[in-house]
């Protein structure tokens, strides 16, 4: 992969860790205890409220495994791994690494 697509792919990283960052902490009230009163919650009933709040953390969950992978995508960057096949070490297409930014397999390794 030439340099200026690893430093493209730096970039595209780096923008998307922040505005997963962003959308944790703006996300934040979501995952707070579902408090009993009942003018705190409006309409809702309990049961949705949390819902919304089991929702909401599971959200967040996936958020940071989100971030787990691309800050591991930036490490394999420094290392000169990235764009490779960590099973088979052909080339990852970029296409490929455009939908997922923290992509470690190719097509055929994925599907094996």
Known sequence: METREITRF????????????EEILEAADGTKTV??????????SRMDAIQQQAMAIALEKRREAEIF????????????????CEDCGDDIPTKRLEI????????SCMTA
């Open 10 to 21: 730096s970039e595209l990283i780096s923008q998307k860790l922040v505005e997963l960052r």
């Open 69 to 84: 992978k691309l800050t591991q995508a930036l490490a394999r960057i420094d290392e000169g791994e990235y764009g490779y």
């Open 35 to 44: 408090e009993l009163d009942q003018q705190s919650i409006g309409r809702l």
């Open 100 to 107: 997922n930014l923290s992509s470690t397999r190719c097509v």
